[in-house]
Structures are given as structure tokens and as C-alpha cells.
């Protein structure tokens, strides 16, 4: 859902503008999502299917349906939605499409003259942090999280602000 929110918030700001919208959704999760679409006319939800990943609780479709360590999972299972998102595609013909971490995506819509961008909602210290080359390994626990990657660089815990500027912050 952390994910999905963030997408449907930016379907919102584009159908604001006039721009009508297809946000892909995995079935089950999709009534979670309705009451955030302000703009049903110009919005509309494909449900797809997530198909069982060994290993998955039956009917996960998202990371909030499954415990950390199962979210790469997760990510294999929504792999395996790619035929049906190129069948949406070419039905639908979009001119452009916004995807986070689905990365296939991209050689797929540049196959069907599509044009996509990658719209992260996750910040680029975050990214550093989670994705850093030393974090390359596959079952990362959430404990590994707590320490950051070697080399990462560390914030200090305190800091000064100069006088007068002080003031600005009370």
C-alpha cells in the first residue's frame, strides 16, 4: 500500500489537469484504493491478478500482506504479472507509464513505442541506504537494516545551528 497510495495520489494531480488515468492494481487490494480516487471519471482501476508464488501465504498480493523477510516474494510474484500488464498496455495504448520498481517494465514499454518513467517515492537516502552495493545479498533481514552498509556515511547525532538562526526553528 505504500507504494499504491503515492501512485493514486499522482493519478489525482494528473486528472486534476485533466489527464485520464489506468492505475494497475492487484484485485484484492483495489477497494482499499477507491476511497482515495477523487476523480472516477477520469481514473479508472485495472484489478490484476497476482498469481501464488511458492512460499507466499495464499492471497498476499502486496508487501503489507507478508512479513518483511517475504517480500522478495513478493517482487517474484508481481514478475509474473508481466504478460497480463502487456496485454493491458496494448489494449489500452497508453502514451506514457509510471512505474517504481517493476524492472522489466521499461523494455517491455519501449517494445510497444511506449514511453515510461521511473517515479520513485522513496528518497534517494533511502535508496543509498537499502540498495548500496555491499547489500547486494538476497535474504536480508530486518535487523541488517538497523546497521548501515559499511561506508555509508553517518549523520551525527547532534548538531549546532548558528544563533541567528535559532530562532527560525522554535
Same mark, same amino acid.
Given at each position: 500500500?505504500?507504494?499504491?497510495?503515492?501512485?493514486?495520489?499522482? @493519478? /489525482?494531480?494528473?486528472?486534476?489537469?485533466?489527464?485520464?488515468?489506468?492505475?494497475?492494481?492487484?484485485?484484492?487490494?483495489?477497494?482499499?484504493?477507491?476511497?482515495? /480516487?477523487?476523480?472516477?471519471?477520469?481514473?479508472?482501476?485495472?484489478?490484476? /491478478?497476482?498469481?501464488?508464488?511458492?512460499?507466499?501465504?495464499?492471497?498476499?498480493?502486496?508487501? @503489507?500482506?507478508? @512479513?518483511?523477510?517475504?517480500?522478495?516474494?513478493?517482487?517474484?510474484?508481481?514478475?509474473?504479472?508481466?504478460?497480463?500488464?502487456?496485454?493491458?498496455?496494448?489494449?489500452?495504448?497508453?502514451?506514457?507509464?509510471?512505474?517504481?520498481?517493476?524492472?522489466?517494465?521499461? %523494455?517491455?514499454?519501449?517494445?510497444?513505442?511506449?514511453?515510461?518513467?521511473?517515479?520513485?517515492?522513496?528518497?534517494?537516502?533511502?535508496?543509498?541506504?537499502?540498495? @548500496?552495493?555491499?547489500?547486494?545479498?538476497? %535474504?536480508?533481514?530486518?535487523?541488517?537494516?538497523?546497521?548501515?552498509?559499511?561506508?555509508?556515511?553517518?549523520?551525527?547525532?547532534?548538531?549546532?545551528?548558528?544563533?541567528?538562526?535559532? %530562532?527560525?526553528?522554535?
Amino acid at each position: 500500500m505504500g507504494h499504491l497510495t503515492p501512485y493514486l495520489h499522482l @493519478s /489525482n494531480k494528473l486528472a486534476k489537469r485533466g489527464h485520464k488515468t489506468s492505475f494497475f492494481v492487484p484485485r484484492r487490494t483495489q477497494s482499499k484504493l477507491e476511497q482515495f /480516487n477523487l476523480f472516477p471519471d477520469l481514473i479508472t482501476s485495472f484489478p490484476i /491478478n497476482v498469481p501464488h508464488v511458492e512460499g507466499l501465504p495464499h492471497g498476499a498480493e502486496t508487501t @503489507s500482506d507478508v @512479513s518483511f523477510s517475504l517480500g522478495p516474494l513478493i517482487m517474484t510474484a508481481m514478475d509474473r504479472t508481466e504478460r497480463d500488464i502487456e496485454l493491458l498496455l496494448l489494449d489500452l495504448k497508453p502514451q506514457i507509464v509510471f512505474f517504481d520498481f517493476t524492472y522489466w517494465l521499461p %523494455n517491455l514499454t519501449r517494445r510497444l513505442g511506449i514511453k515510461s518513467f521511473q517515479y520513485s517515492i522513496i528518497g534517494p537516502a533511502t535508496v543509498s541506504y537499502v540498495r @548500496s552495493p555491499q547489500r547486494k545479498r538476497q %535474504n536480508m533481514t530486518e535487523s541488517d537494516l538497523m546497521q548501515p552498509p559499511p561506508g555509508y556515511p553517518i549523520l551525527p547525532t547532534t548538531f549546532m545551528v548558528p544563533v541567528k538562526y535559532a %530562532n527560525r526553528f522554535e
